[in-house]
């Protein structure tokens, strides 16, 4: 007698906490790109793979939670945000985690060693850049609220102002990617040309983390503008 | 005539087996709806949950349900053809009430959305177009009622939509949701009282022998909406709100306090669930309880003897008891995107449709009424996701379940002449 009541199936599987649970997940992964340019610039291999390992499997589970989400997702879903949009921010999400993965596997495949003269910016340009993401996180933390208020009203201009701060957290680390490239500049001769060549493909994919959580943050805004 | 009078014990008998079936079976299955959202919500336990509903289905059945138990009763067959013939309305509510039970097992066990109150309604249409005259059905009344099922879900979802809105402006929307959540709610209590109360009192009491005046009503409606909203402010006193429970959720605290707003909506639920749905399953008894006991009369007067709400109430405690926790079970633990605030503004709005419905004798669906204020909600842009296909089929579903309930009562019908003579 007791079988699934069509009532209860109307309630679809709501979006919203998985995709806060994604890019918690995919922040989790840019987050352990610190410790890996600390082992890195401290020279331990050993560290270094232990921790490129824990962001492939982070970012393994970035993944399997991007598939759950689409997989919930069917176009006959009655949403307050389009499904488009939902979908292109939950892209946005998963780069943060693919770029990462991307940047330990490189520096560990290819054994990279940054010059110790430019440690410091580099360790402050990782460091930016994950700044960037946490604030795109911060701002995906409110999307359960801009639901309970139906994406109006001051929810929307406290959304906005973590936006506002996501664009200058990204302008920041702009500028000190560009202060870290100039100094490397002054010494990318003493370096083999190949090694100088991909440690300016480290940085500017460093670079990219930040710049995809700024994008998290476009798309969140599409979702505001209504 | 002395079929009737041959007969009489047996048949009676029979009409409260089938009545006590139909019932059973709306407890078992339908007011699990009617519950689910207040259990899914997390305002109530299920036990909580099965206690309110047998206590306020109950009373909704017994204080507003009086005007549809009349229109299933004698509304829908036009009483004047069947004067001398009146065993044929005998048989033809029984095979209703076997048609829309049997109707109401079978497609609850293969978990298709179903009405009572259409398979009640279409049974019995079917019966009386098909086996006594085209010219035995009232069709204005049962066009109105049919134009009833399309509006009474466009008005709970309006409904739905106006009071979640005005949540999301007074309390979501403001510098300090907690602080207007304990101020607000009281009120919205209020309003539960206020509504229930206005129905039952300008609609409900005749039979029960208490007449009053339309200002009576409404001064009597304002002291329980106080008495409620009082109630409120008495049960949210020891609701604090801390740091730490809204890091995750900035409205964790706010949504207890809805909480307890979600308590009374739940009663106010099962009320008007009572009012309608238990009404619908009587109705047919009442009709064949009434002839028999006029002595084949097929009178328009009598009133309705108070065992049988009784009955139809116990049906539906006993269904509930055995099956209805499993029920309000599943659909409650589904629904995690249904806050407390959500729930409230979905149930109270389908409530007060339905109430209003039962206080003018229309008999609704309380499902598609909650369907309809939940997408009320949705459209305020306040839910997660809703599942647009599920929601066609439930609509889809009465449009099957007419022709079925009508197919089933024709053929109970036949077997009943068959059986008894005539």
């Not at chain 1, 007791?2 to 009532?7: D, L």
């Not at chain 1, 997989?71 to 921010?89: G, I, Q, Y």
């Not at chain 2, 009082?230 to 429970?245: D, G, H, P």
């Not at chain 2, 959720?249 to 099962?270: I, Q, Y």
Request: hydrophobic share 50%.
């Amino acid at each position: 007698m007791v079988a699934n009541s069509s009532f209860m199936q109307m309630f679809a599987k709501s979006p919203v906490k998985p995709m806060q649970q994604h890019i918690e997940k995919a922040h989790a992964c840019a987050m352990e790109l610190i410790p890996f340019f600390e082992a890195v610039l401290a020279k331990d291999w050993q560290q270094a793979e232990v921790i490129q390992k824990r962001i492939t499997t982070l970012e393994h589970e970035a993944d399997t939670l991007k598939r759950g989400v689409r997989a919930h997702l069917p176009k006959s879903l009655f949403m307050p945000v389009p499904r488009t949009d939902l979908l292109e921010l939950l892209r946005m999400q998963d780069r943060i985690a693919n770029k990462a993965k991307d940047v330990a596997g490189i520096m560990l495949g290819r054994r990279m060693e940054v010059p110790d003269a430019i440690a410091e910016l580099m360790l402050a340009h990782v460091t930016g850049a994950v700044a960037v993401s946490q604030q795109a996180v911060t701002a995906l933390n409110e999307l359960d609220e801009l639901v309970a208020t139906g994406f109006r009203g001051r929810e929307v201009s406290v959304v906005e102002k973590m936006i506002d701060d996501l664009d200058q957290l990204e302008h920041e680390a702009d500028v000190r990617e560009k202060e870290l490239r100039h100094a490397f500049f002054a010494l990318e001769k003493e370096l083999p040309p190949i090694d100088a060549m991909f440690l300016y493909k480290v940085i500017d994919w460093v670079g990219e983390v930040a710049d995809r959580a700024q994008q998290v943050g476009s798309r969140l805004q599409l979702l505001l503008a209504r | 005539m002395t079929i009737i009078a041959e007969y009489g014990t047996v048949l009676i008998a029979l009409a409260c087996i089938f009545g006590f079936f139909m019932a059973w079976g709306v407890g078992a299955n339908d007011v699990a709806n009617a519950m689910g959202t207040s259990v899914g919500s997390g305002a109530l336990t299920i036990k909580q949950a099965i206690m309110i509903a047998i206590v306020f289905e109950f009373a909704g059945a017994y204080l507003a349900g009086g005007a549809v138990t009349a229109t299933i009763r004698k509304g829908i067959i036009d009483p004047g053809i069947l004067v001398g013939t009146p065993e044929l309305l005998v048989f033809g509510m029984m095979a209703s009430l076997l048609a829309a039970g049997v109707w109401l097992l079978v497609a609850t066990h293969y978990g298709w959305p179903v009405s009572t109150t259409h398979s009640i309604v279409g049974a019995i249409v079917g019966f009386a177009a098909v086996g006594i005259s085209v010219e035995a059905v009232a069709w204005g009344k049962v066009g109105s009622i049919v134009a009833s099922w399309v509006v009474s879900p466009v008005i709970a979802g309006g409904l739905a939509f106006m009071l979640y809105r005005s949540v999301q402006k007074l309390i979501m929307d403001t510098a300090d949701p907690f602080a207007n959540a304990k101020k607000y709610v009281p009120l919205y209590s209020f309003l539960v009282g206020f509504v229930i109360s206005m129905v039952t009192f300008t609609k409900g009491l005749k039979h029960i022998g208490l007449e009053l005046s339309y200002g009576e009503s409404a001064f009597y409606s304002i002291v329980a909406g106080v008495a409620v909203a009082l109630l409120a402010k008495y049960l949210q006193r020891n609701i604090t709100q801390s740091k730490e429970e809204n890091v995750d959720f900035h409205f964790t605290s706010v949504e207890k306090v809805f909480g307890v707003l979600m308590m009374f909506t739940a009663c106010a639920m099962a009320f008007a669930h009572g009012s309608n749905d238990v009404a619908n399953a009587v109705g047919p008894l009442a009709a064949v309880v009434s002839i028999i006991g006029a002595g084949g009369e097929v009178a328009q007067k009598s009133s309705m003897p108070s065992w049988i709400l009784l009955l139809g109430g116990g049906g539906i405690v006993a269904g509930l008891v055995m099956y209805g926790h499993k029920v309000i079970a599943t659909v409650g633990t589904g629904i995690t995107e249904l806050t407390p605030s959500r729930g409230f503004a979905a149930t109270l709005a389908a409530a007060t449709t339905v109430v209003i419905a039962s206080g003018t004798g229309l008999p609704i669906s309380t499902t598609h009424t909650l369907v309809g204020a939940v997408l009320g909600v949705g459209i305020a842009r306040g839910l997660g996701a809703l599942n647009m296909q599920v929601v066609g089929t439930i609509f889809m579903s009465w449009i099957v379940t007419l022709p079925a309930g009508a197919g089933l009562a024709i053929l109970f019908y036949f077997i009943l002449k068959g059986i008894f003579g005539g």
